[in-house]
Structures are given as structure tokens and as C-alpha cells.
């Protein structure tokens, strides 16, 4: 039995497990996938502290993945089924089978971007419908695409992909965009960005590869048949939290609600980074969280 699981090696749960590991509490972190979590999907970080000529999401990643290695921690890639409690040990089911224990436990398992839940999505994921510009912009050399979203991941993909389109639209249900306003004057300032607003996917059409896609006007009546190579979905983000069976409490869209320390509503389960519910979803601030968590699980052992 673990003294401290982490479920998550992005940069909220690789913080919590430096800091824990440090202190030569036996840390253990569960990943899905490569530890680093979104970053890994971000080409260039520019405001995250002590980088001024900014760093790429993988090589930060790889730094505070060595960092927690190099402190005594261990990462185990898994995916996590559902949690038990049994007393005050956390019980952590795998979906290979396997049971893990631990005193403590945190909860760092991100978010995943959202679907459109339209027809032709399913269909042609792989073939024109991504959900990250920076995985597969390359292979839409002087294509057409479009970027479906307003926010500043959006925007964020949408200057991206410059680098490789001939033509990028940009399609938001709004007549403004949500970004912040640097990115929105950066994207306005690109020549190969054209807006399309206000308008909806209804649906997304092709043979063997997306060909088009279906757009609907919110405020009148009119639709729209757009021409693209590719379709890049940036519509909101959603915790990955399905696996935790209502054992700690989460808002309506299943963030986890957390106190000051980082606390949930069961004690000995902490929570940070994107799966819980803020006003700030960025690295440095998950982070920050996966610090505090790691502090005050290391308070909770010095006075047991």
C-alpha cells in the first residue's frame, strides 16, 4: 500500500508528487496515457515562470516528470475504473483488474475536450475531424480547415495551424468571440483567418474523408455548405471524473468542488488541475494547486 496516489501525471498531479516525494513520502501516480497531461498538447508555453523564451508542452512535461523520478516517485500507467472507500484506505480499481491502496489520495485527472455530438463526427475522426490542432496540423499542408470554437484554446489552434493551411475558417455559435483580446487582435491580423459567425455545425459530410461541413445561422434562418480538408473541434473542456461514482461531490458539469487546501468532502481525498471546478484553467495554476495539495497531505501525515 501507497502511502500517497496520484491519479494524473499532468502538471497538477507531477507538482503534488514532487513536492511529496521530496519529502520521502512514498508517492505513486497513476497515468492514462504520457505523463504530462494537456501540456503535451500545447507546441509553446510563453507564461509559465522562468521560461522568457517560452518552452514546448512535451519538454516541460519531460522536466517535471524527471524531477518527481529523480525524488524516489513512480509512475504506473493505468486507467482508472472507480474508486471504493473501505475505513480511511482509498481502494482504486484498474480497468486491467488490478487493486491499489493508499492512506491518501489525489485526484489530478484533467480534462478532455468536448464533441460536437453532430452527424459525421464519429465517423470521420482520423479522417478530417480532430480534436488537436497541434497532433495533426502538419498533415493539412495548404489545406482548407476550419476551427470550430471561440474561446483562447481556439483561437490558440487557429494562429497554430497557420503555420500549415492554405485557408483556416474560424466557425463560432456567437457574434463575439470569447478569447482573450490579444488573441483575437492576432487572429483578426492573419490573413488566412477568416471568421464565421454566428453559426453552428449541423453536420459533417464526406466519403472517405471529411469533404464538408453543414452550418447553421443562430440568429436567422439560413444554412451553409463550407468546403473544408479538415475540421478541428475546440467546443469547452469536461473533467475526466466519471470514474470517481459520486464519491466526492462535484458541480452540475462534474468538477470537483474543493476547499482552500485543496480538500474534497471525503478526508484524505484531495483534488487539482482541470478536474475541479475554477475560474482559471492553466498550468501554472495547476500547479499551484498540486503544491498546496502536496502540502497539506504532508501536514495531515506529520501530525497522525
Do not use: W
Not at 487582435?185 to 453559426?199: Q, R, S, V
Not at 464519491?247 to 488541475?273: L, Q, R, S, W, Y
Amino acid at each position: 500500500m501507497k502511502k500517497v496516489i496520484i491519479i494524473g501525471a499532468g502538471p497538477a498531479g507531477l507538482s503534488a508528487g514532487i513536492f511529496l516525494a521530496r519529502d520521502k513520502i512514498p508517492t505513486l501516480i497513476i497515468e492514462k496515457f504520457s505523463p504530462g497531461g494537456n501540456m503535451l498538447l500545447t507546441e509553446e508555453i510563453e507564461n509559465y515562470p522562468g521560461f522568457p523564451n517560452g518552452i514546448s508542452g512535451y519538454k516541460l512535461s519531460e522536466n517535471m516528470k524527471e524531477q518527481f523520478l529523480k525524488f524516489g516517485g513512480e509512475i504506473k500507467l493505468g486507467e482508472v475504473e472507480r474508486i471504493d472507500l473501505n475505513g480511511n484506505k482509498k481502494i482504486i480499481k484498474l480497468k486491467n483488474g488490478e487493486f491499489l491502496e493508499s492512506e491518501f489520495l489525489v485526484i489530478a485527472s484533467g480534462s478532455t475536450r468536448k464533441k460536437l455530438q453532430v452527424k459525421g463526427e464519429d465517423d470521420f475522426i482520423g479522417k478530417g475531424v480532430s480534436y488537436c490542432a497541434i497532433c495533426d496540423g502538419a498533415f493539412f499542408k495548404e489545406k482548407e480547415v476550419a476551427v470550430i470554437g471561440g474561446g483562447d484554446s481556439a483561437l490558440e489552434e487557429a494562429i497554430y495551424l497557420t503555420k500549415f493551411v492554405k485557408t483556416l475558417y474560424l466557425v463560432h455559435r456567437r457574434e463575439k468571440l470569447r478569447a482573450k483580446k490579444y488573441l483575437q487582435e492576432e487572429a483578426k491580423n492573419n490573413k488566412k483567418i477568416n471568421f464565421i459567425l454566428p453559426y453552428i455545425v449541423k453536420e459533417i459530410k464526406g466519403k472517405e474523408k471529411v469533404e464538408s461541413i453543414i452550418l447553421e445561422n443562430t440568429l436567422k434562418e439560413e444554412i451553409i455548405e463550407l468546403k473544408v480538408d479538415g475540421i478541428f473541434i475546440s467546443a469547452g473542456q469536461k473533467p475526466n471524473s466519471e470514474f470517481l461514482n459520486g464519491i466526492v461531490k462535484t458541480d452540475k458539469n462534474g468538477f470537483i468542488i474543493v476547499n482552500e487546501k485543496m480538500e474534497t468532502n471525503i478526508p484524505g481525498i484531495f483534488a487539482c488541475g482541470d478536474v475541479i471546478k475554477k475560474s482559471l484553467y492553466q498550468i501554472i495554476t495547476a500547479a499551484s494547486e498540486g503544491m498546496i495539495a502536496g502540502f497539506f497531505i504532508e501536514k495531515y501525515i506529520e501530525n497522525l
